[in-house]
């Protein structure tokens, strides 16, 4: 089957699923009808489907992948030693692992089509990854500065670790600077404990969460820098992931110093 066989086959099944859904007028240009279909699945709550519309899914992502150009972690070089800065959508990484900045739920995003990391993460590595974050939580939630690792499904990568940032309302405290901090060690111990050599980080907090990018981008470098005093030989390469010219403007300044 060919992508828009997929994208028809895999709306049938979701509209036969959800009968609210047949009130929508299902779009006919292909891309209109596969961002419907985005919408649909990131308000899919984790429930059973059949393995044959998984797999389904599974050759759908795994096409556009080959459409995509992905770069690997090998041809990014360090800045200093063992870090690296790249600009770039996570998604297309082919690294050991990403981090994900998720929510306490830790089931990604469930915003029809939003802009966030979660909801790229998810959306590229399919039904599979809320399917299995699920069986980990067990409908517990997670502490801020906690990281829980997956496989990564459909993306480039090979792990994805999740971590939970600080929300910042108003004016920005120590503790959800320490919160901050916490949330790139956990996600550095338990890339170690996997034996994870090569890492991405994307600008934890600062996007939905209001984290002052400044703040944040000092707290990511420094808390790595740390790290990396203390565990020198522990990984190959650690990558911090930007998405704007304004997030590479504020990493490279402070990697300068
Ligand atoms: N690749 C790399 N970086 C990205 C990508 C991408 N594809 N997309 C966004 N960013 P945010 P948060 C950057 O808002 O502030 C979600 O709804 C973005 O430019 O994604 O930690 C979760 O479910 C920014 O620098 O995460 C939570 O509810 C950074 O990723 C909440 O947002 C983080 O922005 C978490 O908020």
């Not at 692992?97 to 306490?104: G, R």
């Not at 994805?160 to 901090?181: N, R, S």
């Not at 990018?213 to 203390?230: C, F, G, P, Q, W």
């Amino acid at each position: 089957m060919n992508k828009n066989e997929l994208v028809d086959k895999l709306l049938d099944y979701f509209v036969n699923e959800d009968k609210r859904l047949l009130k929508y007028e299902r779009p006919t240009d292909y891309s209109e009808k596969r961002s419907f279909l985005r919408g649909i699945i990131n308000m899919r709550p984790p429930l059973g489907i059949d393995e044959k519309i998984l797999k389904m899914e599974d050759r759908l992502l795994q096409l556009e992948l080959e459409d995509k150009f992905v770069t690997d972690v090998k041809d990014i070089s360090c800045v200093e030693d063992s870090i690296a800065l790249w600009l770039g959508d996570i998604t297309t990484l082919k690294i050991g692992a990403i981090v994900n900045a998720a929510n306490e739920y830790l089931l990604g995003c469930f915003i029809p089509n939003h802009s966030c990391i979660d909801n790229a993460i998810h959306t590229c590595a399919g039904i599979r990854l809320r399917l299995y974050c699920n069986e980990i939580m067990q409908g517990k939630t997670e502490k801020t500065g906690k990281a829980e690792i997956t496989s990564a499904f459909n993306l480039p990568s090979d792990y994805v670790i999740h971590t939970v940032g600080p929300i910042v309302y108003g004016k920005l405290t120590d503790k959800q600077k320490k919160e901050l901090a916490e949330c790139y060690i956990s996600c550095l111990n338990l890339a170690k404990k996997n034996d994870i050599r090569t890492i991405a980080f994307p600008s934890i907090s600062t996007g939905v969460f209001h984290f002052p990018k400044d703040e944040a981008s000092k707290i990511a470098i420094n808390t790595v820098r740390d790290y990396l005093k203390k565990e020198p030989k522990a990984f190959d390469k650690i990558v911090f992931n930007v998405f704007t010219k304004e997030d590479m403007n504020y990493y490279e300044d402070i990697l300068k110093n």
